[in-house]
């Protein structure tokens, strides 16, 4: 028996936290009965489990995508504003996959899609703290003392932010890391100290990069690729 949230998450029909919106939501029934208690267990293989109606099933594969996610695509797998998702460029994908983080709708870069619930689970709870590496063009030249409270941490919505690793590319282009999932975190970080982003692109998560895959492109990510973001996940776990 297992709770209803990694279930679905192990089915790749949403993250862990998404499927206990969609309990919250009234969108879930066991053996006929809608089931919004969040603790909550099944057996996936003798229990009827529906999301809105269809069974679902265990994924008979995981699979894992590398996305180079181009500008006005928004990180979900549907719109209600009905605007592009990451979804319609995964042209000739069959199973089902969903992204694990957000990339926002006017940033570009690198963005993972599995339908590998555990994996997606541990690369995005903080306490994990696998880094993501952003490259920025900011308005106007960051000096030292900006780049240092920006090393430190500044303040975004009411809470500071971890320490992140921040290098000067160049006048007004930063390469920042950060350990945090924050909704358009660098964006805002960037804000705090005076120097808007004006574009957004990020280059790694944990220990994948691509500097080849072209914007638009995907492809999936090797075996070796998924151990070492694994590995990742426990060592980033182990150093807290």
């Known amino acids: 028996m297992e709770r209803i949230q990694k279930i679905l998450s192990q089915a790749g029909i949403a993250s862990r936290r ?3 919106q969609l309990m919250l939501d009234g969108r879930v029934s066991v053996n006929g009965e809608t089931i919004r208690e969040l603790g909550t267990k099944a057996d996936p293989t003798r229990d009827d489990i529906r999301v809105d109606g269809r069974r679902i099933k265990i994924a008979e594969r995981h699979i894992y995508l590398l996305l180079n996610k181009p500008r006005g ?3 979900t797998r549907s719109d209600p504003q009905k605007r592009p998702t990451v979804i319609d460029l995964l042209k000739g994908v069959r199973e089902y996959v969903y992204p694990v983080g957000r990339l926002d709708y006017d ?3 690198l963005l993972i899609l599995t339908n590998d619930g555990d994996l997606a689970a541990r690369l995005t709870h903080p306490r994990h703290g696998v880094p993501r590496v952003y490259e920025a063009r900011v308005l106007g030249e960051p000096d030292a003392h900006d780049l240092s409270r920006l090393s ?3 303040t975004v919505d ?3 932010t971890e320490p992140a690793k921040v290098v000067s590319l160049g006048p007004g282009h930063l390469r920042i890391t ?3 999932g924050r909704n358009r975190q660098v964006r805002k970080m960037c804000e ?7 574009e957004l692109r990020r280059v790694a998560i944990g220990p994948i990069r691509d500097s080849r895959l072209k914007l638009g492109q995907w492809r999936e990510l090797s075996t ?3 151990e070492s973001l694994r590995r990742a996940t426990r060592i980033s776990h182990d150093r807290t």
């Open 152 to 154: 430190k941490g500044v």
């Open 224 to 226: 070796q690729e998924v």
């Open 18 to 20: 998404a499927s206990e």
């Open 158 to 160: 009411g809470r500071r």
């Open 73 to 75: 695509y928004v990180t």
């Open 192 to 198: 705090a100290i005076g120097h808007p982003v004006d």
């Open 178 to 180: 950060v350990h945090e």
């Open 107 to 109: 940033s570009e870069g």
